[in-house]
């Protein structure tokens, strides 16, 4: 009887709060001045892979959310604010194998000289042993679990590093950034480990951030935004202007070695120093300038926790039509996402009753009574 008036009273909550923040168009959000890119144009794949096709192969909690925020933040006007015609986001069952090749393929022909390509995964990685030798892969949606990967449903990581190094030989700026391995979902502790060794080799002319070393696993849970893994919650705070005078002074510039610097030092910190992230490639490398206005918001932000819903929040000029704050906005979408996965009461601390009562405590916006 309790469960079903819970159920009854959460339904009727979501229509209450979905009619009063998404059925007004008149409220703009106001965007920053537009983000200055040091290159002539910037593509990005991003890929992230939560839920797997095969039972043989654990689901990750956070990796499609992962990705989905590096999405928002490249288009995000307070992010790099690329033309979404220029990011690619494959969550999910859209990342295939076959999809994640051809994408690769199109920005091995799209790309000029002097652009720069992006190639974001989280996901899971794993090996398979092909002519006596281990060979690593980044499991695609599609991967039907520990088997011979060169057949279905992987890419291999010497595929991915032929399709970069072929891009740089074009005098394209590279950079691959790798959130695999997660702690306590790994496929084989053997294979995270030789997959993380692969992705770590230095790449001809590419720049790479990979999320730990090959003894280790990367973690992810909600202390990180809600619901983030620490190595890309961390990396959306350096790339939000916070990684600037990382390692010397403050120029509204960012470098590979500053980001990284960032991104590690945070990571290291939070985990205890049993995750720390590794770089290679030209650690001078210019990777973005930094919108002084959006590195304010951000140190707003990081104080509470809540950077990776920052650019969701910015990211359509009536997305969010009541001006919530970020905490707010991610609590209501995770409240909506219950209800449509219909998470009601369980499992505990993930289901929308909590949601609800927390995105209550934080007091209902003065608009939302007129």
């Known amino acids: 009887m309790e469960a079903s008036f819970v159920r009854k009273t959460l339904l009727s909550v979501a229509v209450f709060w979905s009619c009063l923040l998404f059925g007004q168009q008149d409220r ?5 001045e537009t983000f200055e890119s040091p290159y002539k144009n910037v593509r990005a794949l991003v890929v992230g892979i939560s839920e797997y096709a095969s039972d043989a192969i654990a689901d990750l909690n956070y990796a499609d959310d992962d990705a ?49 390509v992006i190639i974001y995964f989280a996901g899971h990685g794993d090996v398979a042993e092909k002519h006596g030798e281990n060979e690593g892969y980044l499991l695609a949606h599609d991967a039907s679990g520990p088997s011979d990967y060169s057949i279905d449903g992987a890419v291999p990581v010497k595929f991915l590093e032929k399709a970069v190094t072929d891009m740089a030989q074009k005098q394209v700026k590279v950079f691959v950034i790798t ?16 997959t993380l060794t692969a992705l770590s080799i230095n790449w001809q002319n590419v720049m790479k951030l990979v999320s730990s070393q090959a003894d280790q696993l990367s973690k992810e849970g909600r202390q990180w935004g809600n619901g983030h893994g620490a190595f890309t919650y961390f990396l959306l705070e350096g790339l939000s202007g916070l990684a600037d005078g990382a390692v010397g ?32 490639g030209n650690a001078a490398a210019h990777i973005s300038y930094v919108n002084p206005e959006a590195k304010a918001l951000a140190l707003e932000q990081k104080e509470k926790g ?22 707010q906005f991610q609590l209501l979408e995770d409240f909506k996402s219950s209800l449509e996965e219909k998470k009601f009461i369980e499992p505990e601390q993930d289901n929308a009753y909590t949601y609800f009562k927390e995105l209550s405590a934080t007091g209902i916006p003065s608009d939302l009574n007129s």
């Open 28 to 32: 703009a959000i106001g965007t920053l």
């Open 249 to 280: 002074p403050s120029d509204e510039k960012i470098n590979l070695i500053e980001l990284y610097n960032y991104v590690m030092m945070e990571v290291n910190a939070e985990t205890g120093g049993t995750q720390i992230p590794s770089f290679s």
């Open 179 to 194: 959130d695999a391995c997660r702690s306590g979902k790994i496929v084989t502790e053997k294979g995270a480990s030789q």
């Open 68 to 116: 989905r925020s590096i999405s928002d933040f490249l288009s995000s006007p307070i992010g790099w604010a690329i033309d979404s015609n220029m990011v690619v986001f494959l969550p999910d069952e859209e990342a295939t194998r076959a999809r994640i090749k051809l994408e690769l393929n199109n920005l091995y022909q799209q790309s000029q000289p002097n652009d720069l």
């Open 306 to 327: 809540t950077i990776p819903t920052l650019f969701a929040l910015r990211a359509g000029a009536n997305s969010n039509p009541y001006n919530l704050d970020s905490l």
